[in-house]
């Protein structure tokens, strides 16, 4: 657990948390995080100080840069547990990383053979199979979600076959912030021979990850949702599977050879980074690994669970309020709705108070459809989020809801029953 002071040097790190004509409260996490100083000032060095390409021009200021960008991957590498460096693909973010893998394994999928994804994907973990499946005439099976909103493995037994060629599912759904037994599900696809894909976007900041453990396939993930620069991802694959990949864009620094006749790609991970890359966005990353790794995993999990659960347990003090699979195992993440009250009017007035929240259907439609809602407003904290800005959301919650009609008399809430730990006033 982070005390008061500890919270007081991490907020420190963040300029837009800091920033007086910016003042707010963020609980929009799932959707980008903040940036510390470290990552904004690495970038601004390399525009100023470095500037140059990469695997070019073999000059000094290329080799620096060259040097900083293997350094990234090396760390990214040790991160989430990779056993080599050419397992770690820089891409533009999960999208990509998810729409790269559907490209490259389209070759391997066949009439009648089927790729199972889950009820509460994301749009980009389910439309890249769409297509997919679209064009090669094979199948898309969905496995729905059990009582407590995760992946139901009694239906995913039943729907495995030996056709199956992929299991594509979050590790933590960006909806409810539902932990996916993926342990469980990876040990019964390899069993069949599938391949697992695992989408690890809401999961990276907030979970200690290891691939080798685990044993997926592919891990994906965007670096902007841990406290990273925008535009890009990774995709990490076991080297065994991406050898066999042929590439998905065909360009400058992916080859070893090229004539009109033919042309001889490069070993991984180039021959699937076709283009310059990132360069900027890859040297701010390793600052985010950097400041990440101040921190264990554990103690941030259990700093933000302390968040959430403490959220929850306000929240529980509103008349109407259904809370979604508050009793699941979560991470930092929660969706919400009040009876009689539009998500929509909530979340535009508690952003005209400074307080930022998600609302709507966070991309992921089948999932409301499937309980049958139309969106929710979802809180997500990250490490800098106190409980004194949970007591604040709630004080102009309560105020929003007045505004709202909301019916007081059937009302159970106090206020002033919590302590306020306001560090950030
Ligand atoms: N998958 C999940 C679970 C996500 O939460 C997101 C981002 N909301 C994505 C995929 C897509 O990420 P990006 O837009 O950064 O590619």
Not at 348 to 358: E, F, H, K, S, T
């Amino acid at each position: 657990m982070f005390s008061y002071e500890e919270i007081k040097t991490i907020r420190n790190h963040f300029p837009s948390l800091n920033n007086q004509d910016n003042h707010r409260i963020y609980f929009d996490n799932a959707a980008t995080t903040q940036k510390p100083v470290q990552v904004i000032n690495a970038i601004n060095k390399y525009y100023c100080h470095l500037n140059s390409n990469v695997n070019r021009s073999f000059n000094l200021l290329d080799q620096w840069t060259n040097n900083d960008l293997e350094l990234s991957r090396t760390n990214m590498k040790d991160f989430i547990h990779a056993k080599y460096r050419d397992e770690i693909i820089f891409t533009s973010g999960t999208t990509e990383s998810i729409n790269l893998i559907a490209f490259c394994l389209s070759n391997m999928i066949n009439k009648s053979d089927d790729i199972i994804i889950s009820h509460s994907e994301h749009h980009s973990n389910i439309i890249p199979w769409q297509v997919l499946i679209q064009n090669k005439n094979a199948h898309l099976k969905v496995i729905p979600v059990n009582s407590e909103g995760e992946l139901n493995l009694i239906v995913l037994k039943q729907l495995i076959t030996k056709n199956t060629k992929l299991i594509s599912i979050s590790h933590v759904t960006n909806t409810f912030g539902i932990i996916n037994p993926i342990q469980k599900l990876i040990q019964t696809a390899h069993k069949y021979k599938a391949l697992v894909l695992i989408d690890g976007s809401q999961a990276i900041s907030h979970i200690s990850i290891d691939v080798q453990k685990l044993d997926c396939d592919f891990y994906v993930f965007s670096i902007h949702k841990m406290y990273g620069p925008t535009g890009l991802g990774i995709l990490y694959g076991k080297q065994k599977v991406l050898d066999k990949f042929t590439p998905y864009q065909g360009g400058g620094g992916m080859i070893e050879q090229v004539t009109f006749n033919q042309t001889i790609f490069s070993g991984l991970p180039f021959k699937l980074e076709a283009g310059t890359p990132n360069i900027a966005g890859i040297i701010g990353t390793n600052k985010a690994l950097t400041f990440l790794g101040n921190y264990s995993m554990i103690q941030i999990k259990h700093y933000e669970n302390k968040l959430i659960q403490y959220a929850i347990q306000m929240l529980m003090n509103i008349h109407g309020i259904q809370i979604y699979y508050k009793n699941s195992k979560r991470t930092q993440m929660l969706s919400f709705n009040i009876e009689k009250i539009h998500y929509f009017d909530l979340g535009q007035l508690l952003n005209n108070y400074g307080i930022a929240v998600r609302t709507g259907t966070h991309c992921a439609q089948p999932i409301m459809d499937y309980l049958n809602i139309n969106g929710t407003i979802r809180l997500s904290f990250a490490l800098y989020n106190t409980m004194a800005e949970i007591d604040i959301f709630y004080h102009y919650l309560i105020k929003c809801l007045y505004i709202l009609s909301y019916d007081q008399k059937h009302s159970t809430f106090k206020v002033n029953k919590f302590k306020r730990i306001r560090i950030n006033t």
